[in-house]
């Protein structure tokens, strides 16, 4: 027997009776390979085994196989005859202990939480009344109809654009990350994203992470909307508002027209309040200004000269009367004293005055030769002094 006759032995004998196992074990030397391929060894305490899952069986697993992690699988024993060895082929792969899709969800949510999807301070904020939403759901589901509905009793006015779109199976979570994108392009106010309820595999396609990426990069806020209220996607922790069904999502989204219109009561009567007493101000302003304007007006500023000219002519009057009997009695006592001091009463017999050059001098100043005047109130003579003789020393 040739060696490759026996490897080709064993390679049937190993394939055949191990066509279908499931071993438990622990996961180490994981090596995701450029291919597409997945390559790690199986063990436990006591032994290992290397195992392989090409990238068909691959691609449909829904978390990422980690150093350490316990699993199960499920394949059949391989032997590659050329180096006699042999492998397990794996077709699938379950965490030991929990579901996969619940340790895919786990996976993902620290990763996208370690990159700052989930971070607050990023949230974008909802517009106070909004005039257009793009909606990502199914255009057959149940789900749309409920929001319609929402939509129409609370605010019609608003614009909705759908995007019809697969939220369940293989290609649901491109349709919603494709549409996703579409819908940031349109000028939108709000995206609501989501469907109804179903099963945690119904619902998978909002927990894959193109989702986050497109929710994440979107600049128009984003809602999302899956299931019922117990569910939470990662949709939900990605998005800028969670809503716990579809038709929450138009409640939150939009603003409720009875309610809009009591508010639009109440600023009608504040209004009417507000200009009864402006109004009210103003009558008070306006009589005051017209009752200013009537004592300031023409007519009123013209009977006030008036009476005011009145006073002044009867106040120069009295004035004038006043200073006439001042300059009245004034002359007299001038008169008076002048007819007490005329030269004509004044004369007597052998007194004359005497002057000098026009000027009045006395008799005493005089010198011999010089000439002079002297006259009384009739008479004026002209002499000169001859001799001087002194009466009295």
């Known amino acids: 027997m040739t060696v490759t006759t026996l490897n080709n032995q064993i390679k049937s004998l190993l394939e055949s009776h191990y ?38 069986n691959n691609q449909r697993l829904k978390f990422r196989v980690e ?19 042999y492998q397990i082929n794996c077709s ?6 929990s579901g996969a899709l619940a340790l895919a969800y786990e996976q993902l949510k620290s990763k996208l939480e370690a990159k700052g999807y989930f971070d607050p301070s990023i949230k974008k904020t909802l517009p106070k009344f909004t005039k257009h939403i793009a909606v990502i759901t199914s255009q057959t589901g149940a789900a749309l109809q409920d929001m319609l509905n929402v939509a129409n009793k609370r605010w019609p006015l608003v614009k909705i654009t759908l995007f019809d779109t697969i939220v369940q199976g293989e290609n649901s979570a491109p349709s919603i990350a494709r549409n996703i994108k579409k819908a940031d392009k349109i000028g939108a106010d709000i995206i609501i994203v989501g469907r109804g309820g179903g099963s945690l595999e119904d619902l998978w396609a909002f927990n894959e992470e193109i989702v986050a990426d497109a929710i994440y990069t979107a600049n128009t806020p984003v809602i999302s909307a899956v299931g019922h209220e117990i569910d939470y996607m990662i949709s939900d922790f990605t998005a800028d508002l969670r809503a716990p069904t579809p038709s929450a999502a138009m409640e939150l989204a939009l603003p409720d027209k009875s309610e809009m219109l009591i508010f639009l009561d109440s600023i009608m009567n504040t209004y009417n309040t507000n200009m009864h007493k402006i109004l009210e101000h103003k009558s008070k302003t306006l009589e005051h200004q017209s009752a200013l304007l009537k004592q300031n007006s023409f007519d009123a500023k013209l009977t006030f000269y008036k009476t005011e000219i009145e006073s002044l002519n009867k106040s120069y009057q009295n004035f004038f009367r006043l200073k006439l009997n001042q300059k009245q009695s004034q002359l007299e006592q001038l008169l008076q004293a002048f007819s007490l001091n005329n030269p004509s009463k ?13 000027n009045i001098i006395a008799l005493e100043t005089l010198k011999t030769g010089d000439t002079f005047s002297t006259q009384t109130s009739r008479v004026k003579i ?12």
Request: net charge neutral; charged share 25%; hydrophobic share 35%.
């Open 19 to 56: 066509l279908n196992i499931m071993v438990e074990g622990e996961v180490s030397r994981v090596t995701y390979h450029g291919s597409g391929h997945l390559y790690f060894t199986l063990k436990d305490k006591n032994s290992a085994i290397s195992c392989v899952m090409f990238k068909g």
């Open 67 to 85: 150093e350490g992690m316990q699993v199960i699988i499920g394949g059949g024993i391989s032997v590659y005859s050329p180096r006699g060895s």
């Open 92 to 97: 699938t792969l379950e965490p030991a202990g």
């Open 346 to 358: 004044k004369d007597k017999i052998g007194y004359a005055q005497i002057s000098k050059d026009g």
């Open 382 to 393: 002209e002499a000169e002094v001859i001799t001087i003789k002194e009466l009295l020393k």
